[in-house]
């Protein structure tokens, strides 16, 4: 080097820039990176990332310092451009940065968040870290970043329509069509396909998943239930038949959604008091005004065609069940009617009759619950809700605002998870519709009928209680855990946005703010203003509930639904998938024998069996509420609000685990330390 270039080189400006690759599988780039620093006062140039790790220094979880030299400083830093060229004879490989953090002369450090996959050789540019919303991303190259950034985003992220009546859902043609960084992981791509196989091999084996046969006796059933088993599966086995069991699974099975208190009975089931009270103990009416009447209304399946089974007919009822709160506070049913219009050959069960009509009429309210809650309370209400929420944030809200760093982490995998559940659950080959009571025909009208009735307030867990009047029910611990957690995601969710936005007005300029919740009640509630969804914002308290709904939806709402399938529908009797048989026009008619034919055949409930193991399973490499393991923030205060919130999250986890030691049947579905971020199973 010449005296001259030695001088040169002394005066340059120094910047250091540290690059942190992720630690996933396949993380790991063997190709020259490139980067250039972009700042308010000028630009480096694109400069070779080279020191001596040589090419090891992007290897997976490897954190690599290079210098990068400026003839003059470039003032603050706004973004950085990053691109990667494969050496000679080498392929392009595929690399997943986690964060580049620059140093600039002056000491002062920026982050700039990159989470995502780099796979071609085409230029990258990422936003310093500092959150910013449209109207104050003054720079014309900061605002050029994001005018390019949105308009890609656009392109990978296109809405489409799945079936009409349903949500909008993604346009993908297959998992390897999706965008890389919202593909499943290695680790979780290969346990979930094992977790599939596995399933239906282990019960193939046993020659059953293509026997059309009905069970013959109960025995034959619990063979093939023994082979996976959980603490309350093997409780719901034992309790199954019993009316207090099936009362309890109204407050905190999988679906805790539909129990109302009934203070006036439905016009279309005419019970009476001679019905329900021996020798005029009590009164309806005085039942209902004293708050111990509930109500189960299954109406949103009144009409319905039932799906054909393996060349059989089957039956889908749309019952009425009311329910007793006894002095010991138990939850008892009282009466069963399972069509909802009173006929002759409709008759109201009761628990006085013969021990199966009794059992049967609760078969086919079990079995009703079944598509009710798959169907609206799960597939409608948690997977189809969170994708139209990410697609619409990932569409119209780039990296550097404040709501994509808040709500990412509530987006993994849902937009590969929902693929695979329209391939392989409610496609036309799917198990759901070859195989569920209320598959076929049946399945889109109800879910027609589940979105036209949806409200927002129902989606907001303290309105929902109170509009089903369940507030003072004992024993209710989705109720109890969910209201304490929707209060600890308002708090960090107001702490949050209010640190960025200070007034109404900021909300309601904020552009790309309000195309995500144009765009949410477009595609998501097909424009429909009787949802009372908003349309737009017009002031922070309407933003931070609905960013809590969301939150609370992909997380808290979603666990509470899916994650005790198996515990609840793994012993078939107590969820049956579908029905063989009409049910009883008249009593004393039933058996055990008749009982069994009713039951799915034995195909069926291996299909479903092994569904709603699947669907109970989450993967090794899964995140709990309230872990951020992607630094989005560059802020102090969003990290101290999400310590605050871990923190809380942490005192809910352990009183819950506390109390439930003390129950017969735990209830841990919204217990935070077993809960996922993101609806990703």
Same mark, same amino acid.
């Given at each position: ?7 040169n ?9 540290t ?5 996933p ?5 063997l ?9 308010t ?6 400069? #070779?990332?080279?020191?001596l790790?040589g ?17 003059v ?7 950085i451009?990053l691109d ?7 392929r ?10 620059v140093?600039c ?9 990159i ?5 071609d050789?085409?230029?990258?540019? /990422?936003?310093e ?16 970043s994001?005018?390019?950034?949105l308009?890609?985003?656009e392109?990978?992220?296109? #809405?489409d329509v799945y ?5 909008h859902?993604? +346009?993908?043609? %297959? ?18 396909g /094992? ?7 282990e019960?193939?084996?046993k020659?059953l998943s293509?026997?059309?046969?009905s069970?013959?006796n109960?025995?034959d059933?619990?063979r093939v ?5 959980t ?9 199954? *038949?019993e009316?207090?069991f099936?009362?309890y ?33 009590? !009164? ?8 111990n009447?509930?109500?189960?209304d299954?109406?949103?399946?009144? %009409? ?11 039956y889908?009822m749309?019952p009425?069940?009311?329910?007793? +709160? ?7 049913p009282?009466?069963?009617q399972?069509k909802?219009t ?16 009794w ?5 086919? &309210?079990?079995?009703a619950?079944?598509?009710e ?61 070859k195989?569920?009571?209320s598959?076929?025909?049946?399945m ?8 036209s009735s ?14 089903r %009047? ?7 611990y ?5 209201? +304490?957690l #929707? ?15 200070? !007034?109404d ?13 144009s765009?949410?009640?477009?595609h ?15 002031? &922070?308290a309407?933003? &931070? ?14 666990s509470?639904?899916?994650?005790g399938q198996y515990d ?18 008249? +009593? ?6 008749t ?10 409930t291996?299909?479903g069996m092994?569904?709603?193991?699947l669907?109970? *399973?989450?993967?090794s ?32 986890s352990?009183?819950i685990?506390?109390?439930?030691? *003390? ?13 996922e ?5």
């Open positions: 080097m010449s005296v001259k270039e030695t001088q080189r002394v005066k340059m400006v120094s910047y250091k820039v690059v942190s690759t992720a630690i599988a396949y993380a790991t780039t190709n020259n990176v490139f980067i250039k620093l972009v700042g006062d000028g630009e480096s140039d694109r400069s #070779w990332l080279c020191n790790s090419p090891l220094a992007f290897t997976a979880g490897k954190v690599s310092t290079f210098t990068v030299l400026c003839p400083s470039i003032g603050k830093p706004i973004l451009e990667k060229k494969p050496l000679l004879l080498f392009e490989d595929s690399w997943f940065p986690d964060k580049v953090e140093e002369p002056d000491g002062d450090t920026y982050n700039f968040p989470y995502r996959w780099i796979t050789s085409e230029v990258h540019r /990422f936003r870290g500092t959150a910013l919303r449209v109207f104050e991303d003054i720079h014309h190259l900061g605002r050029y994001r005018e390019l950034e308009n890609q985003r392109k990978d992220y296109s #809405w079936s009409e009546g349903m949500p859902n993604m +346009k993908v043609e %297959g998992p390897l069509s999706l965008p890389c960084e919202v593909r499943f992981s290695f680790t979780k791509t290969t346990e979930f /094992f977790t599939a196989l596995a399933g239906i091999a019960l193939g084996l020659g293509g026997s059309e046969s069970w013959t109960m025995d059933l619990n239930f023994c082979n996976k088993r603490d309350i599966s093997e409780y719901v086995q034992e309790h199954w *038949k009316d207090a099936f009362g699974q109204y407050l905190n099975g999988v679906n805790p959604m539909l129990i109302q208190r009934c203070t006036a009975l439905p016009k279309n089931l005419p019970v009476t008091d001679d019905m329900l009270f021996l020798h005029g103990q009590r !009164s309806l009416a005085d039942e209902m005004k004293k708050g009447i509930f109500l189960l299954y109406k949103r399946l009144d %009409g319905l065609t039932a799906n054909i089974v393996n060349g059989k007919q089957q889908l749309a009425l069940v009311l329910l007793q +709160k006894t002095p010991d506070d138990t939850l008892m009282i009466a069963i399972l909802q009173p006929a002759d050959d409709n008759p109201i069960f009761l628990p006085t009759d013969s021990e199966y009509d059992l049967t009429a609760k078969l086919f &309210v079990r079995s619950d079944f598509s809650h798959q169907l609206n309370v799960h597939l409608l209400r948690t997977h189809l809700l969170a994708e139209v929420f990410a697609v619409s944030l990932l569409r119209n809200v780039p990296m550097v605002h404040p709501l994509y760093k808040l709500l990412i982490p509530h987006t993994r995998y849902t937009l590969q998870i929902n693929f695979l559940a329209r391939l392989a659950l409610i496609s036309e080959t799917g198990v759901f519709t195989f569920a009571s598959g076929g025909e049946a889109g009208t109800i879910l027609k009928r589940s979105l949806m409200t927002y307030s129902s989606l907001c867990m303290p309105e929902d209680i109170a509009e %009047g369940m507030e003072e029910v004992p024993n209710y989705y109720r109890d855990d969910g209201l +304490k #929707w209060d600890i995601i308002q708090r960090f969710v107001e702490g949050v946005l209010t640190f960025y936005y200070k !007034s007005e900021e909300v309601e300029k904020d552009t790309e703010l309000q195309k995500w919740i765009d949410i009640f477009e998501g509630f097909l424009s429909q203003k009787s949802t009372g969804i908003p349309q737009r914002f017009t002031s &922070v309407e933003l &931070v509930k609905f960013v809590t709904m969301v939150i609370f939806t992909c997380s808290a709402q979603h509470a639904v899916n994650t609840y529908g793994g012993w078939m009797p107590n969820t049956p998938i579908s029905l063989q048989l009409p049910p009883p026009t008249t +009593k004393g008619t039933t058996s055990e024998a009982m069994l034919n009713t039951l799915p055949d034995v195909s069926t291996v299909q092994s569904t709603v193991w669907l109970s *399973k989450p993967s490499d899964f995140v709990t509420l309230g872990q951020f393991p992607e630094g989005h923030f560059s802020e102090v205060i969003p990290w101290e609000l999400m310590k605050d919130f871990q923190g809380e999250l942490e005192v809910l352990a009183a685990e506390v109390r439930n030691r *003390k129950l017969d049947i735990p209830y841990t579905y919204l217990d935070p330390a077993k809960m971020n993101s609806v990703a199973i």
